[in-house]
T-cell receptor, first 111, second 111 residues
């Protein structure tokens, strides 16, 4: 069973701090990695995708990928209360066309 | 407006009464999929479709059927719903497993 694991949280950070969200995956042949944000009662929306080892930055968000360690992370700089949501890590199913999600990490940014 | 629509948004039914949840997208996406979201279990893929007449099982296909007769539509069919299918269901579409655009969700209760 291919797995994507995340700490469920809640991860509580003060406003303006850096929030660090982590994800590990089990399938070594996975090539595509995604972070989705889901506000309470809403549907998930894509905020970052990453395909190569290293860092990818987009505004206040930085995704980091380490394929050797099978590890993906998301850093949110200058966290805002509006960033409070559940963050879902998703990984492609390797040789399949499935998309496998982790259970999500609840982030709470305290004003 | 580019969107994925689902109907109904809320449904309460009884065990064994066949139901269909419709999903439609207007973005000409080839890839469509259905997920269920349950507390503590996250988003799990039920079925996905790479294109018209091409469907495949996700991780939790038991008790569900799908069809893809047209590119824009991907209905989810529960032939004999049971209480363990009570869940929040999301339809999503994309050009592949990359960026998935999610519908608003269907909250299903099976009594």
């Amino acid at each position: 069973q291919k797995e994507v694991e995340q700490n469920s949280g809640p991860l509580s950070v003060p406003e303006g701090a850096i929030a660090s969200l982590n994800c590990t995956y089990s399938d070594r042949v996975s090539q595509s990695f995604f972070w989705y944000r889901q506000y309470s009662g809403k549907s998930p929306e894509l905020i970052m995708s990453i395909y190569s080892n290293g860092d990818k930055e987009d505004g206040r968000f930085t995704a980091q990928l380490n394929k050797a360690s099978q590890y993906v992370s998301l850093l949110i700089r200058d966290s805002q209360p509006s960033d409070s949501a559940t963050y879902l890590c998703a990984v492609d199913g390797g040789a399949t066309n499935k998309l496998i999600f982790g259970t999500g990490t609840l982030l709470a940014v305290q004003p | 407006e580019a969107q994925v629509t689902q109907n109904p948004r809320y449904l309460i039914t009884v065990t064994g009464k066949k139901l269909t949840v419709t999903c439609s997208q207007n973005m000409n996406h080839e890839y469509m999929s259905w997920y269920r979201q349950d507390p503590g279990l996250g988003l799990r893929q039920i079925y996905y479709s790479m294109n018209v007449e091409v469907t495949d099982k996700g991780d939790v296909p038991e008790g569900y059927k799908v069809s893809r007769k047209e590119k824009r539509n991907f209905p989810l069919i529960l032939e004999s719903p049971s209480p363990n299918q009570t869940s929040l269901y999301f339809c999503a579409s994309g050009s592949g497993t990359d960026t998935q655009y999610f519908g608003p969700g269907t909250r299903l209760t099976v009594l």
